[in-house]
């Protein structure tokens, strides 16, 4: 225990670092970021082996478990000797079986539990009854008959009170069958504990110095001083067109970020506000401006599903003058960048809307991503979406929905090879944020094997934002399948009302103190170590490029070199030769 604690205390703002070690000492349960989105012939046990949940395998019969509103609820097993439950005669969606928990204040809830249903195929929402009146949805999974489904899900407690556990599922009459469910209660100490050990298997490496004389007698004492000069992780924010003439605002960004969105610029409204009428000036220039910076840039958006976003003149598009307008844009926008930005929003927020598979077909979308593809084949291209991970109750784009559309776009023959990535949003607008859904949910959407990344991220003005931003960033940031986070946010100078990270005379307001202290934390710093008397030195690196050098006080030169910490760095020792 004690050895994970010194490797903490590395990277973690010293203050916290005695916190954490006690935090440590004690017993504390590994987060499992394992799940599954493919639906399979028996359920997997319990995670955590149910938590709090009391029979959680159904192995005691229906013990602790009750009927809730109407319905039967029977064990039942299965060819293979599994029991689970079933309820039945059900009449109403939440008819179903039911455990009461209590909840305890800010306490974090992973639930999971596997689903079946007699027939078809439908959602089931996992529901908290909270103090006896709140319902508050907590995860969905689309179940069918004839195979197993995870859901994942969660819920943070605002306050202590009792909560009752159910299930919803619109279809009535059919049979809901269900097992190994688990509600396991984490703690933010613990919550983070599991952060600081994601972020050191997966954002860190160790790296051992071995400095000598060039007889190799070891040189004890020597100095090296690490200085990152790139950082491995895309930690990005958005960009607008103020950036043209806002010098301040100018040199805010460039001393903070190496990647971007323009946040309106490239959409379909802006570059042809009239028909026919093409103007790329400002993106034009904002691009310009980025590669002059070094700021890779992801394209945002190609078309967008909303139909309210449309350019006003798309509105009223006959299905086939549609077809060809956007035909027109795509060619013209992709072919205009390809090969010069790092990403696209190819169809915008398509799993809440369809305009355009509502007028032009089902794969309208799987289409314009193989069109996007074929024009700028070497880039990655997005799904980007909101309230996948941000909002529990917001069942149309809940991370199943999210897979579904995903599927059917990697699926579709054109798209054969492409670099399907996964935008989710993270705009957090409604108070404590989620955070146990927020990573049950990059869970699932991980599961696909592709990468995710978080695109617009933003927290609501409130109180708490600084505190909430930081959660939801150290979330994304710790999480194993997330590869990238670019936020919304930016100074007031630039219109940023909602997250703003400086006031109007640039001076920084408590969020962007958060985001400030992140970016030191995850990179840039500066580390300075001393050799020991075998001549070595144990550090944990951020992954990046690191200009080294090493001194000595009794030798007159200086030696330098440059290494590149990579995921999976394997020249564990870096052997520095130094000559009197
Ligand atoms: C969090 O949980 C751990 C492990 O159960 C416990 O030892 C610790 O006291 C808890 N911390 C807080 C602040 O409740
Ligand atoms: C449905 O309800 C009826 C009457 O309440 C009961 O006889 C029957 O056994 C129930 N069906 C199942 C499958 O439990
Ligand atoms: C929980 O319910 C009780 C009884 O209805 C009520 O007195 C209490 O205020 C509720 N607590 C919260 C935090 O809503
Ligand atoms: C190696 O070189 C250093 C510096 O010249 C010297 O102090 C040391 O005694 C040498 N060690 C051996 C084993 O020759
Ligand atoms: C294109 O947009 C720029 C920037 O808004 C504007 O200055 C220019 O007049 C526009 N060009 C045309 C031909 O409308
Ligand atoms: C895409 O990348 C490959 C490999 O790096 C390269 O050979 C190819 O020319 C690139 N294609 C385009 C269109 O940039
Ligand atoms: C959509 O594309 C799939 C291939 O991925 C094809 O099987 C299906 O028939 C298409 N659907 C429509 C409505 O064209
Ligand atoms: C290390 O990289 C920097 C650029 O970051 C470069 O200027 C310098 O020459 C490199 N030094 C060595 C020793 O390769």
């Not at 070690?21 to 493919?38: C, F, H, K, R």
């Not at 984490?186 to 004389?213: G, L, M, P, Y």
């Not at 529990?392 to 579904?404: C, E, K, L």
Request: aromatic residues 12%; charged residues 20%; proline residues 4%.
């Amino acid at each position: 225990m004690m050895k994970v604690a010194t490797e903490l205390c590395i990277f973690l703002f010293n203050t916290s670092c005695l916190v954490l070690i006690s935090g440590l000492q004690l017993q504390s349960m590994p987060y499992d970021y394992s799940a599954t989105t493919e639906c399979v012939p028996e359920p997997q046990r319990a995670q955590y082996g149910g938590g709090i949940i009391v029979n959680p395998g159904f192995d005691h019969n229906i013990k602790d478990w009750t009927v809730f509103e109407h319905g039967t609820i029977k064990e039942r097993t299965s060819n293979d000797g599994n029991t689970f439950i079933v309820v039945s005669n059900r009449t109403q969606p939440l008819d179903s079986l039911s455990q009461k928990v209590q909840l305890e204040k800010e306490m974090i809830y992973i639930f999971s539990a596997w689903f079946q249903l007699s027939e078809g195929s439908d959602t089931i929402s996992v529901v908290f009854k909270i103090n006896g009146s709140e319902l508050v949805k907590g995860g969905h999974v689309i179940a069918k008959y004839g195979c197993w489904s995870l859901l994942k899900g969660g819920i943070v407690a605002k306050f202590s009170s009792p909560a009752e556990i159910l299930f919803e599922v619109k279809c009535p009459g059919v049979e809901l069958w269900t097992d190994s469910v688990s509600l396991q209660p984490f703690n933010k100490t613990q919550w983070r504990s599991h952060q600081a050990d994601s972020i050191e298997r997966v954002r860190k490496s160790k790296v051992t110095f071995q400095v000598n004389h060039l007889n190799e007698t070891s040189l004890e004492g020597a100095t090296v001083v690490i200085k990152q000069t790139k950082a491995d992780f895309p930690f990005g924010c958005g960009m607008n067109y103020h950036i043209l003439t806002n010098i301040e605002y100018q040199k805010w960004f460039v001393s903070r970020f190496k990647y971007t969105t323009f946040t309106n610029e490239m959409k379909w409204y802006s570059t042809e506000k009239i028909q026919g009428q093409e103007n790329y000036t400002i993106p034009d220039a904002m691009l310009k401006f980025a590669k002059e910076n070094g700021i890779s840039v992801r394209g945002h958006a190609i078309l967008w599903d909303d139909e309210r976003f449309q350019p006003q003149w798309v509105k009223s598009l006959s299905p086939e003058e549609l077809r060809e307008a956007a035909a027109k844009r795509m060619k013209s926008v992709v072919s205009r960048y390809s090969g010069q930005l790092i990403a696209w929003d190819v169809v915008n927020e398509n799993v809440h809307n369809r305009f355009f598979e509502d007028k032009l077909g089902e794969n309208a979308s799987a289409v314009y991503y193989s069109t996007a593809y074929y024009l700028d084949p070497n880039t990655s291209m997005f799904m980007n979406e909101f309230n996948t991970i941000e909002f529990s109750p917001d069942q149309v784009a809940s991370p199943p929905n999210y897979i579904r559309k995903l599927k059917q776009i990697q699926q579709f023959p054109g798209t054969t090879g492409m670099l399907l990535t996964i935008g989710v949003q993270g705009h957090f607008s409604r108070g404590v944020p989620n955070i146990a859904y927020m990573r049950s949910g990059l869970d699932l959407l991980g599961a696909t094997g592709l990468p995710i990344w978080l695109t617009e991220s933003s927290v609501d003005s409130n109180p708490n934002q600084a505190m909430y931003f930081e959660e939801i960033l150290r979330e994304a940031y710790s999480h194993p399948d997330v590869e990238g986070i670019i936020m919304f946010v930016g100074p007031a100078q630039a219109g940023f009302t909602n997250t703003q990270l400086a006031d109007a005379n640039f001076q920084n307001t408590p969020t962007g103190d958060v985001v400030d202290k992140l970016i030191g934390e995850w990179g840039t710093g500066t580390h300075t170590a001393i050799a020991d008397s075998r001549g070595m030195i144990d550090i944990s690196l951020h992954h990046g490029d690191y200009d080294v050098t090493v001194t000595h006080p009794l030798i007159r030169y200086s030696k330098k070199l440059n290494i590149s910490v990579r995921k999976g760095f394997s020249p564990e020792t870096i052997h520095v030769k130094m000559h009197a």
